[in-house]
Each structure stands twice: as structure tokens, then as C-alpha cells.
């Protein structure tokens, strides 16, 4: 399991009202009930900043659960920040993975909708759960597969 092998302490926290740190290295962002443009931003802002200071590999899971309702700004703002994470992380193969969790088909269709927005191939891989536990255990075997891969690297050019 990837929990013996990380340094745990070596990542931080993510505090804001959307943001659950409690399974890091992989980070938990849920959506709210009800779109707020403020509030989304200043997450996926707070999410930006975070990745300059988080240390060695990690996963997303978003988790859209409690939208009541999609809206085009919405769908565009996650894109364009899923583009910029992109920018940011993609080539340092430091997010391993990122995992949506939608239990409703309509809410599916959102991810979908983002997905189509996107301007370019993702560097890490992206899916789709209907549960939270099932998105979590999914991001452990991708965590553990560059945990491994890290390891192995390490051993063939020392």
C-alpha cells in the first residue's frame, strides 16, 4: 500500500470549504449544492496553489454528487481551470489520476460536457464512479502503480 511507502507529512492540507484532506495524498473536492462562481474559484484557486507546494505524486476526486443542476459557466470554469491544472502538473506526472464522482446520469453527463471543453489530451488518467469509495480505491491502485514505477526508477539509475 502506497501509505507506507510516501511520506505522508510531506503533504499539505487543503482547507477550504470544498476541499476534504482527510484520504491525502489524494485530495477530495466537492461541489456545492448550488453553483457559486465565487466559491469555485476560490477553490480551484486555493487547488493551483496547492500543487506548487505539494511534494511527490497525488490524485484528484471530484465529487459533483450534490449539484442540483448543471450551467454552461460552470462547465466552461472547470475546464478551463482542468486546462490549467494541466498546464501546471501534466508534464511532471505528479497527479496520477483524477476521479469524478457522479452518482446520477445527468451528473455523468457533466463530467462528459467538461471533458468535451477540454482543449487537449490529459497527461494522467480520468474516470467516472458512482461512489465515493469506489473512486478512492481506483486513485490507490493508480497512486500505487507510481509509487511502484518511482521505486523502480530509482533503483535502475542509482
Do not use: H
Not at 96 to 107: H, N
Not at 115 to 136: D, N
Amino acid at each position: 500500500m502506497f501509505e507506507n511507502e510516501l511520506p505522508l507529512e510531506q503533504y499539505i492540507d487543503l482547507r477550504g470549504p470544498c476541499f476534504d484532506s482527510a484520504f491525502k495524498p489524494i485530495y477530495v473536492m466537492k461541489y456545492p449544492a448550488e453553483y457559486d462562481r465565487e466559491v469555485m474559484v476560490a477553490a480551484y484557486e486555493e487547488l493551483m496553489q496547492a500543487t506548487d507546494r505539494i511534494v511527490g505524486p497525488f490524485a484528484m476526486l471530484i465529487d459533483i454528487t450534490e449539484i442540483r443542476a448543471g450551467n454552461a459557466e460552470g462547465r466552461k470554469l472547470a475546464a478551463s481551470y482542468a486546462d490549467r491544472l494541466e498546464a501546471q502538473v501534466g508534464a511532471t506526472e505528479q497527479l496520477v489520476g483524477l476521479a469524478v464522482v457522479a452518482a446520477k446520469p445527468w451528473q455523468r453527463g457533466l463530467f462528459t460536457a467538461v471533458s468535451w471543453l477540454r482543449k487537449g489530451k490529459q497527461a494522467y488518467p480520468t474516470k467516472s464512479f458512482a461512489s465515493q469509495r469506489e473512486a478512492i480505491v481506483w486513485l490507490r491502485d493508480e497512486l500505487n502503480l507510481r509509487v511502484r514505477a518511482l521505486a523502480w526508477e530509482q533503483r535502475n539509475t542509482a
